[in-house]
């Protein structure tokens, strides 16, 4: 059997790693458009700020190593430029000697990622203006922000706010442009955010919108904005969301989900049986909506690759869908969700969802260190369902009280039953009554007449 991948990231080295394991006598070769396989595109932001030194610490394994050690087959600076299903072939062209060739494959996964959603007047090209989607690109910003005083970041999401941390400590004042800080998260934690923000190096302007770009006359940038004077800055970076980068399964004919992701059942088939999908380019299963969702995170990336290896390796292993848990830090402020947003629960069927919200000590009072945790928990008070949680704090304090509320979700719990778990308590770690679980039995309060008990 010969297997080909395209994108030699998370998701597609995680598919190729687990048919070789499984399948030694099968050829599998990855077909990768950049210059490395296998990086920790999540620590980029801690390469610009200089906390991490060496760009090549953040790739996890060497193209040399998977072909030694796993016997894979990587093409470097190889992009596949079309799939041709009727005759189950890629066109793909070697980006340094501009050759096309044709190759056939007996299973194909699409591990293509995705790609920066470029604002209207922002599109990639200018010198100066930034994207960050690969480590040779952070590498790039890196360098410009060394020679530089000032960014303007367009995007105030969780990029956007990492970039804009990662440049205050190279040294650089920013200015950010967006509608609100931290959008997926409740308001309550937005204006968390804002407040975090409040520092001598960045100027946050709120409910501004990047709208162009042109070189200043006196060299450097200037952002145009929706309203009022644009910003000067010596570069400019975007963050302003992503899409999954799906142009060559829609091309191919393959069927795709609302956001425009290639949409896959649990096992990671595509609507064409030889070809597999995971990662940032696939749907996802909520476990929550029970509904495919589009969620680009690392860790779901690496699970569906793994899934999308192991049925095309003759096993049948189903993805175990995802709850969008995510945590980011921007400065002093660590902020944390899981599961669905009171608006998104209200949406995906659950109209009556309520959010509880409470602010408690993270460690008992009379023990040094502690901090205020905010937690938001949002659940269905007629059954009782917890749908999802946010938190906010300091690190320390946020850290893995996130999960705790994750795998309350997995287990499909109510929140008095989620009020029950039995949490550990020591003074240095958590008061004896966590936030957690204190947010929950508030909640669990505000429930139908089962008082948040399962019925099965
Ligand atoms: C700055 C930053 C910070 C992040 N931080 C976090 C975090 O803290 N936590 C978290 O969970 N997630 C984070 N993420 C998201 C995480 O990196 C992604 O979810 C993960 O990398 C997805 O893996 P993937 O393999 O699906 O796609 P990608 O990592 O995007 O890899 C896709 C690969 O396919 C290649 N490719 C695409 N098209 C072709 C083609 N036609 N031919 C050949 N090759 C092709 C690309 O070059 C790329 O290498 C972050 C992302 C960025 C950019």
Redesign the pocket.
């Known amino acids: 059997m010969k297997i080909l991948v ?9 598919a190729a790693s687990q048919i070789r394991r499984r399948q030694p006598s099968w050829t599998v070769e990855v ?4 210059q ?2 296998s ?7 801690y390469f610009i700020s200089g906390l991490i030194k060496d760009i090549e610490r953040l790739v996890a394994v060497t193209p040399e190593r998977f072909e030694k050690e796993r016997g894979i087959k990587i093409r470097l600076r ?4 079309a799939i041709h299903p009727a005759r189950k072939s890629l066109t ?1 062209r070697n980006l340094d000697s501009g050759q096309s060739r044709e190759e056939n494959y007996d299973r194909l996964v699409m ?6 959603i470029e604002p209207k007047g922002l599109e990639a090209g200018p010198a100066g203006l930034f994207y ?3 480590l040779a ?2 590498e790039r910003l890196r360098e410009a922000a060394l020679g530089a005083k000032s960014a303007a970041v367009v995007g105030a999401g ?2 956007g706010l ?2 804009t941390e990662a440049l205050v400590r190279a040294g650089l004042s920013v200015t950010l442009l967006g509608r609100r800080p931290a959008p997926s998260f409740e308001t309550e934690l937005q204006n968390m955010a804002q407040m975090a923000l409040a520092r001598p190096e960045v100027t946050f302007r709120p409910g501004l919108e990047a709208v162009g770009l042109a070189r200043a006359a006196e060299g450097g940038l200037e952002v145009a904005v929706s309203q009022g004077r644009p910003v000067r800055a010596d570069l400019a970076v975007v ?1 302003a969301g ?1 899409r999954p ?1 799906s142009g ?1 399964a829609a091309a191919a004919g393959l069927a795709l989900g609302d956001r425009g992701a290639v949409a896959v059942d649990r096992c990671q088939r595509t609507s064409n049986p030889f070809i597999y999908a ?5 749907e996802s299963y909520h476990l929550v909506s029970k509904k495919g969702a589009y969620i ?7 699970r ?2 793994k899934t999308a290896g192991l049925n095309i390796s003759g096993l049948r292993e189903k993805s175990p869908g995802v709850l969008g848990t ?3 830090k921007v400065f002093d402020l660590a902020l944390a969700g899981t599961g669905l947003g009171l608006e998104a629960a209200r949406r995906a069927g659950f109209p009556y969802a309520v959010k509880t919200v409470v602010r408690q000590p993270s460690k008992p009072d009379y023990y040094p260190g502690g901090s205020e945790v905010v937690c938001v928990v949002i659940h269905d008070p007629i059954t009782g369902r917890l749908l999802g949680g946010q938190l906010g704090g300091t690190v320390d304090g946020v850290g893995q009280r996130i999960n705790t509320l994750a795998a309350a979700l997995t287990a499909g719990m109510t929140v008095k039953e989620a009020a029950g778990i039995d949490a550990a308590y020591a003074p240095p770690f958590a008061p004896v009554h966590d936030p957690v679980i204190i947010a929950c039995e508030i909640a669990s309060k505000n429930s139908g007449s089962g008082g948040g008990t399962r019925r099965s």
Do not use: K
């Not at 190889?78 to 430029?81: G, I, W, Y």
């Open positions: 395209i994108g030699g990231d998370a998701a597609g080295m995680s077909f990768e458009m950049g490395r396989v990086c920790a595109l999540c620590g980029s932001p190889h992009e596949v430029t793909v591990a293509t990622g995705a790609e920066a960050l989607r690969s690109d952070a969780y990029l990492e970039i963050g992503l980068r060559l995971a990662g940032d380019c696939a680009p995170l690392a860790l779901g990336a690496n569906q690759g995510s945590i980011m």
